[in-house]
Structures are given as structure tokens and as C-alpha cells.
């Protein structure tokens, strides 16, 4: 059983759509993390959240929204997407962003396809 | 910036048998973590084992055990009496003072039975 939990599993959105994938964790982690991943390739890091704070955002185009409204609860606020962001995106947390000793727990994702 | 590498893209082993999967990584850091991450077709990323630059002694879980050479900058992944549930992708990975985990290209692991 995964302690992160991803909802949705699947997505399927037109290009016009509004969506938000969701992510929660009840370890008392308080880093929180949103990764994305294309098929057989590594996941690619896009937002950090640090005791609820936006701490990185690596140059992830506007059409996606983080938003952290507590410790335990993240979410990606998705709008006007591409066809090209279609991929697995990973939520993951960790005890504290700056532990670099603390492994990040992933959830099970949700695969989205934008058409 | 520190980087990683696996250089096996594929990798298949023979059910019971033992496969160890390639990593090394460069960094000028002297304080660093190693991670090996397995995620099957279910999609979750699995911490598998994890290893602190400064312990000299090789981590073991289990099936699970590491090469970890830090000279070299080596850290080998060996998985003993392969099982049907070992067959995913496996990610090696590094953290150091930066924080940011940085992923390796991943080997797809097929155990034959």
C-alpha cells in the first residue's frame, strides 16, 4: 500500500479543460513534490513545496499550477494544456527538503493525456 | 552539477538466478546519499535500498545488496534469487547538499522464468 496517495489514476482532458490532480500524505512529511515522467525515461522534477512554501519551481510553464493549501494536501492545477504533456506525473514527499538523508515516498501517479 | 549514470539500458536475468545492475555517478560533494528506486508496470516508485557516502560498510535488504565504491564512484545494485515481482525498471539516484534527487536513465530488469 502506498502512503501517498495520487487521485486521479487516469485523465483524459481536451486541450480547453480545466483539471487538478491531487496528492496527499499523512506522514507529517513536509516537503512535497511534483514530478513529471514520459514513458521509460526518469522522472523530471518540477515543483517543491517546503512547510507549505513553493521552494523550487524549475521553469515549468504557466499552464500548470502548484498549490500546497495544507502540510498534508498537494495539488497541480492543469489548464490549456498541450498534447505534448501527456505523461505520468509522480507525487512525492519527504520528511524535510533540506534532509538530504530522507528518501522521497512516491504515490502510484496519474496518467494524463491531454487530446 | 552531479550527475548519474546507468549504462545497462536492458538487463534480463534467469528466475533464482543473481543480476547486478550498473550505476556511477559524479560529484564533488564529500557527503552524499545513493538510492536505488524500482517502479514495476503498477507505476509507483519503490525506494529499494539506500546508502550514505560516508558508511563504508555496503547496504543489504534483504534480496537486495550494494557495491558501493566511493573512489570509483560505483554503486552496483545486485538482486540474489531474482524473482517474477523483480522485473521493473530500476532508477539509481543521488542526493547530496543540494537536495535535489538526481535520477540516472533507468534499466529495464526482465526476469525469465
Known amino acids: 500500500d502506498t502512503e501517498v496517495t495520487q487521485t486521479p489514476k487516469h485523465l483524459v482532458m481536451g486541450m480547453t479543460n480545466k483539471k487538478s490532480l491531487k496528492c496527499e500524505q499523512h506522514?507529517?512529511?513536509?516537503?512535497m513534490y511534483w514530478y513529471k515522467q514520459k514513458a521509460k525515461k526518469p522522472p523530471e522534477l518540477m515543483f517543491v513545496?517546503?512547510?507549505?512554501?513553493?521552494?523550487i519551481n524549475e521553469s515549468v510553464p504557466s499552464r500548470f499550477s502548484p498549490e500546497c493549501p495544507n502540510s498534508s494536501l498537494l495539488n497541480l492545477h492543469l489548464h490549456a494544456l498541450q498534447p505534448e504533456d501527456s505523461a505520468l506525473y509522480l507525487c512525492?514527499?519527504?520528511?524535510?527538503?533540506?534532509?538530504?538523508?530522507?528518501?522521497?515516498?512516491f504515490g502510484n501517479g496519474t496518467r494524463l493525456t491531454v487530446t | 552539477a552531479q550527475t548519474v549514470t546507468q549504462s545497462q539500458p536492458e538487463m534480463s536475468v534467469q528466475e533464482a538466478e543473481t543480476v547486478t545492475l550498473s550505476c556511477t555517478y559524479d560529484?564533488?560533494?564529500?557527503?552524499?546519499?545513493l538510492f536505488w528506486y524500482k517502479q514495476p508496470p503498477s507505476r509507483q516508485m519503490i525506494l529499494v535500498i539506500r546508502?550514505?557516502?560516508?558508511?563504508?560498510q555496503n547496504a543489504t535488504e534483504n534480496r537486495f545488496s550494494v557495491n558501493f565504491q566511493k573512489a570509483a564512484k560505483s554503486f552496483s545494485l545486485k538482486i540474489s534469487d531474482s524473482q517474477l515481482g523483480d522485473a521493473a525498471m530500476y532508477f539509481c539516484?543521488?542526493?547530496?547538499?543540494?537536495?535535489?534527487?538526481?535520477f540516472g536513465a533507468g534499466t529495464i530488469l526482465r526476469v525469465k522464468s
Open positions: 512525492a514527499s519527504s520528511q524535510e527538503e533540506s534532509s538530504y538523508n530522507s528518501p522521497l515516498h
Open positions: 506522514m507529517g512529511h513536509r516537503a
Open positions: 513545496y517546503s512547510y507549505e512554501k513553493l521552494s
Open positions: 560529484t564533488s560533494e564529500s557527503d552524499y546519499y
Open positions: 546508502q550514505e557516502a560516508y558508511k563504508q
Open positions: 539516484a543521488y542526493r547530496g547538499y543540494g537536495n535535489k534527487l538526481v
